[in-house]
């Protein structure tokens, strides 16, 4: 699941925080007539450069039978081309400094490379390589062997992982049969091995296409030599005219009210979860601060009452901000001669509590810092910083609302809060109980 929970230090001296500064990231961005979204941001502090190259794409977009086609597809990417064979693309790279990586998501797959600035022809020859010629030299052979390495991924990170079936079930929880989101990331066993050379042309051919991708290239860069690189490498690649997406059915309520699992685990775990407003839609931001007057760090009221009470072992509170709709996640795990179901009515008091009597202004301060901090610290690295351009431009299709996203919590009230804990109602509520598997 695509999401950071927001924890922060806890502030030490004055109570009252200073008036906020507002953020100036400054950034060329341009499209070329291809399509392709390009942002340029130049920072000489250390001699080092970031190309991250983020596709419109994730696991919301594949057809019925093939789920987990984005994620196998983004470990294809890295299999090699005619012109840079085998493991020439991490060969290269890694050869003179360089390293990479990827993710993949319900809504995009992300390429990242960094390393010495003198690799920035090389980063951008190898990105433009692999998106014009991948399909190209697609063989049975990388195929399979990377179907392995997803099925055994799938394995350690979810089948074998402690809680790990949680996951598995949570988007046939949460959303009903033929939403986007209905289905997990890392896909089926079934659907993984259903998986065709034919497929993988077809997903290339018809995602990874200029106008359907973002390149950010920042760090110690000479802006107008990036520019004749990026025209002359990636220009000439064709556009091509992409599939209607279908109208995600709008979701309220869970598709199950309960659902009892069991795990080869010594703790139970019960996991509450509700339908909340898209990443930077109305609501969104509201829900990140009930998130951390919850459950985020030490002064948090879950935190307090349970842990610090010695009922629960541990509680999380987050706002998973996703593209089509967003969640909220609430985890807890009970202490010994406690059960789940009473940590669940502690925290819908808590919640009721909430929504009835709204923040302190203690907490709105505290959390405001916390949600600042937290994001100004997330944009010291240069990859950190073109990652956040490249998911403003793929929410809003406008890079500059990085700079603004922090504006979002600071008009918050009150009773903006009240009004969103008021949303997390029981009778919108999922719960997902996993429990210790019986000793044979």
């Keep these: 699941m695509s999401a950071l929970l927001l924890f922060a230090p806890m502030w030490i001296g ?35 450069v970031v190309t991250n190259l983020m596709y419109r794409v994730g696991s919301k977009d594949e057809a019925p039978g093939r789920s987990g086609f984005a994620h196998l597809f983004e470990h294809l990417m890295f299999m090699g081309t005619t012109r840079l064979p085998g493991s020439g693309f991490d060969d290269l790279m890694e050869g003179y400094g360089g390293w990479n ?20 022809a090389t980063f951008l020859w190898m990105e433009a390589d692999r998106l ?36 598995l079930e949570l ?60 025209a002359r490498l990636f220009g000439p690649l064709p556009r091509r005219e992409l599939p209607a997406r279908p109208t995600a059915p709008s979701v309220d309520k869970p598709a199950v009210a309960v659902k009892e699992l069991t795990d080869q685990v010594q703790t139970p775990m019960t996991t509450l979860l509700w339908h909340t407003p898209a990443r930077l839609a109305p609501g969104d931001a509201a829900l990140d601060v009930v998130a951390n ?8 009221r879950l935190y307090v009452r349970l842990v610090e009470g010695n009922k629960a072992q541990e509680v ?72 956040a351009i490249n998911q403003a431009w793929y929410t809003t299709g406008d890079p500059n609302t990085v700079n603004q ?22 009778d919108r509520r999922a719960i997902i109980r996993v429990r210790p598997e019986a000793t044979k």
């Design 14 to 48: 004055a109570a009252t925080a200073e008036p906020s500064k507002p953020i100036s990231i400054e950034f060329e961005s341009y499209t070329l007539d291809n399509g392709l979204h390009v942002v340029l941001l130049e920072d000489h502090s250390t001699p080092a």
């Design 101 to 120: 990586n990827a993710w993949t998501s319900e809504d995009a797959t992300d390429y990242f490379d960094v390393g010495p600035s003198n690799l920035r």
């Design 132 to 167: 014009d010629g991948l399909s190209k030299a697609m063989t049975q052979e990388k195929l399979d062997l990377q179907r392995d390495v997803v099925r055994n991924e799938r394995r350690q990170t979810s089948e074998d992982e402690p809680y790990g079936v949680l996951w």
């Design 171 to 230: 988007p046939q929880v949460m959303y009903p049969a033929g939403h986007p989101y209905a289905h997990s990331v890392i896909g089926t066993h079934e659907d993984l091995q259903a998986a065709s050379v034919a497929d993988v042309v077809s997903f290339f051919d018809t995602w990874y296409v200029p106008n359907n991708a973002s390149l950010v290239v920042a760090g110690d860069i000479d802006k107008a030599a990036t520019k004749a690189e990026i």
């Design 293 to 300: 007057i919850l459950g985020g760090g030490r002064s948090s």
């Design 316 to 387: 999380s509170a987050t706002q998973v901000s996703q593209h089509l709709t967003s969640l909220f996640v609430i985890d807890a795990k009970p202490t010994e001669g406690h059960t789940i179901e009473e940590i669940e009515a502690a925290i819908t008091e808590e919640l009721g509590r909430l929504a009835k009597d709204g923040p302190t202004p203690a907490e709105m301060e505290r959390v405001k810092n916390q949600l600042r901090y937290t994001y100004l610290t997330g944009l010291e690295g240069i990859a950190d910083r073109a990652l």
């Design 405 to 426: 996203h922090l504006s979002r919590y600071e008009a918050l009230s009150a009773a903006d809060i009240r009004a969103a804990a008021a949303t997390l109602s029981a």
